[in-house]
T-cell receptor, first 115, second 114 residues
Framework: AQSVTQLDSHVSVSEGTPVLLRCNYS??????LFWYVQHPNKGLQLLLK??????LVKGINGFEAEFKKSETSFHLTKPSAHMSDAAEYFC?????????????FGKGTRLSVIA | DTGVSQDPRHKITKRGQNVTFRCDPI?????LYWYRQTLGQGPEFLTY????????KSRLLSDRFSAERPKGSFSTLEIQRTEQGDSAMYLC????????????FGPGTRLTVL
């Protein structure tokens, strides 16, 4: 069985300051890991994915995440927050041996950006 | 727009009624997925199709739920005898098969059962 735990339900940062959204995963095999973002009234959008290549993964809009097997973590970071980053973020795990189906989502972290 | 589309975007119904939702995937995608998202939670997998074959169903998919993808293109999700606990956002996604392919999500159908 696979699962993810997003350690913060809500994170608030000031515009221009760093963003850290924390995610720990549990998997009995080497997983695929993803971060998705959900803006209000819009579909989920893939930010980045880890699929056993480089452990530091760069995504869209300046986000990146680092896969740390020893810590079973896949935290999402961004050096400088922008107002448009305010959204709900989901950490996701899946089994690459099953074609990454199904995706198992965390409960989400709501990111607020203060001007 | 060539993304995943869902119809309707919102549905309000009374308890006990049947509802049907439609999903149109990205045209070249042969896999189609249904998820359910309740307030304050992440999406939960319900079922998926590869072409017209339904390959996996979650235990969340009770007997009142049925999904079809008759020609391997669009899909429908029907809920019979709706209950208040069915109120949620129903999300559809599509992808190509093989490898760590990205799932592209539609905007969802928000169901409210009164």
């Amino acid at each position: 069985a696979q699962s993810v735990t997003q350690l913060d339900s809500h994170v608030s940062v000031s515009e221009g300051t760093p963003v850290l959204l924390r995610c720990n995963y549990s998997s009995s095999y080497s997983p695929s890991l993803f971060w998705y973002v959900q803006h209000p009234n819009k579909g989920l959008q893939l930010l980045l994915k880890y699929t056993s290549a480089a452990t530091l993964v760069k995504g869209i809009n300046g986000f990146e995440a680092e896969f740390k097997k020893s810590e079973t973590s896949f935290h999402l970071t961004k050096p400088s927050a922008h107002m448009s980053d305010a959204a709900e973020y989901f950490c996701v795990v899946s089994d690459p041996n099953s074609g990454n189906t199904p995706l198992v989502f965390g409960k989400g972290t709501r990111l607020s950006v203060i001007a | 727009d060539t993304g995943v589309s869902q119809d309707p975007r919102h549905k309000i119904t009374k308890r006990g009624q049947n509802v049907t939702f439609r999903c149109d995937p990205i045209s070249e995608h042969n896999r189609l997925y249904w998820y359910r998202q309740t307030l304050g939670q992440g999406p939960e997998f319900l079922t998926y199709f590869q072409n017209e074959a339904q390959l996996e169903k979650s235990r969340l998919l009770s007997d009142r739920f049925s999904a079809e993808r008759p020609k391997g293109s669009f899909s429908t999700l029907e809920i019979q005898r709706t209950e208040q606990g069915d109120s949620a956002m129903y999300l559809c996604a599509s992808s190509v098969s093989g490898g760590p392919s990205e799932q592209f999500f539609g905007p969802g159908t928000r169901l409210t059962v009164l």
